[in-house]
């Protein structure tokens, strides 16, 4: 069965500091692994998306890494502000596939001052 | 540049009344256009997408329906709400088959009393 497990399911760290999340998927074939950002009450933003052959996507302060091998990834935020106070969720699609898109159920991320 | 609107924005309906959801594109043609539904702090669930007009697939069995009566217009009903079908109702659209890049709208929060 196709899943996508994120990690840790929340986390709360001090603003300035950098964070990682995690993503493990077990999709296959693979075609795209992307990350989200939700703000509460909002659809969610995308922040990068990697193909099989992609290793690492940046976006401003956010890191993605891509492991196919090891079907993980994750998602490095550097200096965080207060404004990356969301949910972020990684999404992995099947390859040739309208719908076997796969949501992560997130990690909830609070930045306190 | 291409845009998503959804509405209304929040709806409050009692059970066993009708439900109606908008979702419109702007600024693309032919687009792949989804209905996911996000309970409260849980991930995306996919509940129809579609292709092309009057093209609509399910992926869960349930008490909702869609109907896709314009390109870039899709539209989510039920003729009667139950209480579990409350949540934060997105619409999402891509521009190719696989789903590579989805982008999504506002949301609708929907609380059925």
């Known amino acids: 069965k196709n899943q996508v497990e994120q990690s840790p399911q929340s986390l709360i760290i001090l603003e300035g500091k950098n964070c990682t999340l995690q993503c493990n998927y077990t999709v296959s074939p693979f075609s795209n692994l992307r990350w989200y950002k939700q703000d509460t009450g909002r659809g969610p933003v995308s922040l990068t998306i990697?193909?099989?052959?992609?290793n690492t996507k940046s976006n401003g302060r956010y890191t993605a890494t891509l492991d196919a091998d090891t079907k993980q990834s994750s998602l490095h935020i550097t200096a965080s502000q207060l404004s990356d106070s969301a949910s972020y969720i990684c999404?992995?699609?099947?390859?040739?596939?309208?719908?076997?898109?796969?949501f992560g159920s997130g990690t909830r991320l609070s930045i306190r001052p | 540049s291409q845009t998503i609107h959804q509405w209304p924005a929040t709806l409050v309906q009692p059970v066993g009344s009708p439900l109606s959801l908008e979702c419109t594109v702007e600024?693309?043609?032919?687009?792949?256009l989804y209905w996911y539904r996000q309970a409260a702090g849980r991930g995306l669930q996919l509940l129809f997408y579609s292709v092309g007009i009057g093209q609509i697939s399910s992926e869960v069995p349930q008490n909702l329906s869609a109907s896709r009566p314009q390109d870039r217009q899709f539209i989510l009903s039920s003729k009667k709400l139950l209480l579990s079908d409350s949540g934060f109702y997105l619409c999402?659209?891509?521009?190719?088959?696989?789903?590579?890049?989805?982008?999504f709208g506002p949301g609708t929060r929907l609380t059925v009393t």
């Open positions: 999404v992995v699609s099947e390859y040739s596939s309208a719908s076997k898109i796969i």
């Open positions: 999402a659209w891509s521009v190719d088959r696989a789903g590579y890049e989805q982008y």
């Open positions: 600024g693309t043609s032919n687009p792949n």
């Open positions: 990697m193909t099989f052959s992609e």
